[in-house]
């Protein structure tokens, strides 16, 4: 992994009948090959994921893959990171930081208890802005208010970047839009291999069909096809159900096992 | 040959033919004529002594057979199963100017199994260690064919593979009721087993370049990705839910085994009105993937006519036999979805057959005010891949050609790259096994002789 770069991902799979599963690196240790990975519980496999316990180990990995975000000295960045998003968004502001940029993170999460990664961020950035949807820590709103306030003011912005829910996004797209601020977010659609062989990965941008496992995940937000891009992350809702309740019911068998074996 | 009824193996993906008894391949070998100037050697790219394995099995010799035929062919066991016989050594044999040719395929599958499953494959001799380290990028049949010769020479080899599992189109793209997995294991097992290091989960291009892996100390590489890049149609529609290229559809069933979810987390949408676009082993592949995946119509749709058709003969009598419906001379032209992002249906457009194009096949145009609609869940395009860009592009100085393949010479795979050598689909484009495997076998030679003079 020593040539991993931000804005790249690794593809995993927790066991041998697990399915291929895309993550952002988040950091990345080269000197003691530490890669870290923050995730969110989603379905099953994150689920999964999330119970293994230290010392246990994954089937396999691998990556780096997709493009490296394009870092240069743009001037005055804004980094925005939404949920999970904001894990991910750290080595680009650390990156942008690095070469000369003076860099503002704003990062926002539903409420306090969700917000991660507050320390690494402030610590990756020139100056943190932070928010919550329900006001409990921060700005009270979303973290595109922020970012729409900050250009309302007039102050210079050259580059975004941004990666977070979907929504967010698009969002964060349209508030961008009418400043003409560059504006780069990182998508993440249904993937299988990760290395262009499949096409699963197929986004619209700028009218053209993209695979973003290897053209992206990086895209320019003013010509991304959002609509497409919600609709196929909802082609297996059916299936992803399935899956979660056949895991939690064998989570409960277990479970309960291991009660029937306690000292009553 | 014996086979799996079709209302029986559309609910399974177990093997359609079961190979051959000994009685029977004893019978079938003793059809050959042994003729003194055999033809059928001819039309092997890999020029197998044909006579010479079928008269071991007559003799019943099998594993004598076996390994005749591993002089020129490193995979029989899948060749024999995945070869298209009737257009090369079946072709041409002499008998079938007037009755039925020899079941070439037929016996070599049978010789392969039988060596296999009386698990007396033999570690062959291996040079004394030359001290040389090759890798080689890709473990389909080219990369797998090259591993095994040179490690036999005595050169130390790693083979890098992207994916998670070895056997390239072997394992993601051909179903298991046409090539079982197991025998693809097998044969890789058995070159781990002659020494050969495997390395899974590693893109070359991103993780190492090609120049990475010389400043590391190998000495060759080898260059076997195949065509991995997926063509699509480029009309309306084509990023609907619902519409796969071949490659996802057969991965998510093959490698991830999507067939068995939730057993296995992959899932795959199975529609119940599926059309597959294209005529070749691939689309044949994906149409019977869907009926066993329990679509209740499932349709090739191809643009030009049945004899046009580039699958094998075999394959497309099973896909008629289980129900597969034939929708010749048509070609789409957009895809209608629903609301929420799903394909609805697919309108087509009829062809007629014209002047001859540069393949020397008739070239179809469509006719005026044709236009009709097919109703549709699936769709599954399988019109062919390019080749994956991701090595050429990270390797400076490698020539590639306008279609992206790599340049290379037919007789040696040498590339424009000292010390780097190429075969394979990422060669030729979209090949067939055998061409793959032949490649390999030139490409191991002429390596060898390059690591001499180094
Ligand atoms: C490039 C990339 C980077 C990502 N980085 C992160 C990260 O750093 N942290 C994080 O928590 N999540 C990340 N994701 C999303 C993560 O891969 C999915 O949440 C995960 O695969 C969901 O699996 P599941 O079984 O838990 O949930 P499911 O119930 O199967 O799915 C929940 C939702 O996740 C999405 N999803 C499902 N399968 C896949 C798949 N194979 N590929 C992509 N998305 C899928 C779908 O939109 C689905 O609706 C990333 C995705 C991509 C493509
Ligand atoms: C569905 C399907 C059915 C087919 N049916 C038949 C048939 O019946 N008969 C027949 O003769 N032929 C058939 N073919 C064609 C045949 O499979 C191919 O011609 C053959 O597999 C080519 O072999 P190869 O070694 O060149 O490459 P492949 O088999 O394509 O293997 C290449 C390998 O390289 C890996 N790779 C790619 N890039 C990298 C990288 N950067 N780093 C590391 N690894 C990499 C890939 O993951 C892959 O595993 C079929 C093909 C398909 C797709
Ligand atoms: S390798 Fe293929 S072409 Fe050659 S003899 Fe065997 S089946 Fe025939
Ligand atoms: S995930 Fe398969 S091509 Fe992108």
């Known amino acids: ?264 | 040959m014996p086979e799996q009824p079709p209302e029986q193996r559309v609910k399974n993906f177990k093997e359609v033919p079961f190979g051959y008894t000994e009685e029977l391949a004893k019978i079938e070998s003793q059809r050959c004529l042994f003729c003194k100037k055999p033809l059928c050697i001819a039309g092997c790219p890999v020029e197998i002594d044909i006579p010479g394995f079928i008269k071991l099995i007559a003799e019943g010799d099998y594993i004598g057979a076996a390994k005749k035929l591993k002089e020129t062919n490193s995979l029989p066991a899948v060749c024999g199963r995945v070869c298209p016989q009737e257009d090369q050594c079946e072709k041409v044999c002499i008998l079938s100017k007037k009755y039925e040719p020899v079941a070439i395929g037929n016996l070599e599958r049978f010789a392969a199994d039988y060596e296999r499953e009386a698990g007396e494959i033999e570690i062959p001799k291996i040079e004394k260690s030359t001290g040389k380290k090759v890798a080689i990028v890709g473990s389909g049949p080219a990369g797998l064919t090259v591993a095994g010769d040179l490690i036999k020479m005595g050169h130390q080899v790693t083979v890098f593979e992207a994916l998670h599992k070895a056997g390239g189109v072997l394992v993601y793209g051909i179903p298991e009721f046409r090539l079982p997995k197991a025998i693809v294991q097998s044969e890789v097992d058995y070159l781990a087993k002659l020494g050969v290091e495997f390395k899974t989960s590693y893109v070359v291009g991103m993780l190492q370049t090609i120049d990475d892996l010389f400043a590391s100390g190998y000495h060759a590489i080898f260059i076997g990705t195949g065509a991995g890049l997926p063509n699509f149609m480029k009309i309306p529609g084509e990023n609907l839910n619902g519409i796969y290229s071949a490659n996802e559809y057969l991965t998510r069933s093959n490698l991830m085994k999507a067939y068995s979810f939730p057993e296995n987390d992959t899932p795959i949408f199975s529609g119940k009105n599926v059309a597959v676009l294209g005529g070749g082993n691939t689309a044949m592949d994906s149409v019977r993937t869907a009926l066993r995946l329990g679509a209740d119509n499932a349709y090739i749709v191809y643009r030009r006519s049945r004899t046009e058709m580039p699958a094998r003969k075999d394959e497309i009598h099973h896909a008629e036999q289980e129900g597969v419906k034939f929708d010749f001379l048509t070609a789409p032209i957009k895809f209608h979805g629903t609301e929420d992002g799903w394909l609805k249906s697919m309108e087509c457009i009829q062809m007629k057959l014209g002047e001859p194009d540069e393949s020397g096949r008739r070239r179809p145009v469509p006719v005026e005010g044709s236009n009709y609609i097919m109703d549709v869940d699936t769709v599954i395009v399988a019109i062919g891949n390019s080749s994956n860009p991701l090595v050429p592009k990270t390797t400076p100085g490698l020539d590639i050609n306008k279609w992206g393949n790599i340049t290379a010479d037919p007789e040696t795979g040498q590339t424009s790259r000292r010390g780097v050598f190429a075969g394979g689909d990422i060669v030729t484009g979209g090949a067939t096994v055998i061409l793959a495997a032949g490649a390999g076998k030139k490409a191991a030679r002429a390596i060898d002789a390059y690591l001499k003079t180094l």
């Open chain 1, 1 to 264: 992994m020593e040539k991993a770069k931000p804005g790249q991902f690794v593809i995993l799979r927790i066991d041998e009948p697990g399915e291929r599963i895309p993550m952002s690196i988040a950091d990345l240790d080269k000197k003691n090959g530490i890669l870290t990975i923050v995730f969110q519980e989603v379905g099953k496999s994150t689920a999964q994921l999330g119970s293994l316990k230290e010392g246990d180990s994954l089937a396999d990995v691998v990556g780096p893959l997709g493009t490296p975000t394009h870092i240069e000295k743009y001037g005055n960045c804004v980094c925005v990171g939404g949920g999970i998003g904001i894990a991910p968004i750290h080595p680009v502001a650390k990156a942008l930081k690095e070469v000369g940029n003076q860099v503002t993170s704003i990062i926002g999460a539903r409420n306090k208890e969700l917000l991660i990664m507050e320390e690494e961020s402030r610590a990756s950035c020139d100056n943190l802005i932070i928010s919550t949807d329900d006001g409990s820590y921060g700005f009270h709103g979303f973290v595109t208010q922020v970012l729409a306030g900050i250009l309302e003011k007039g102050e210079k912005v050259d580059f975004v970047f941004s990666v977070g829910p979907v929504l967010m996004m698009r969002a964060l797209a349209r508030v961008t839009l009418p400043y003409k601020v560059r504006t780069i977010i990182s998508l993440n659609p249904i993937m299988v291999d990760g290395t262009g062989m499949c096409g699963a990965c197929r986004v619209t941008v700028g009218n053209q069909t993209k695979f973003a496992c290897v053209d992206g995940p990086d895209f320019d937000a003013h010509l991304v096809d959002f609509e497409e891009l919600l609709k196929r992350q909802r082609m297996y809702l059916k299936e992803e159900k399935v899956a979660m309740d056949n895991f939690i019911s064998k989570m409960d068998q277990s479970a309960h096992h291991h009660q029937s074996h306690k000292p009553s």
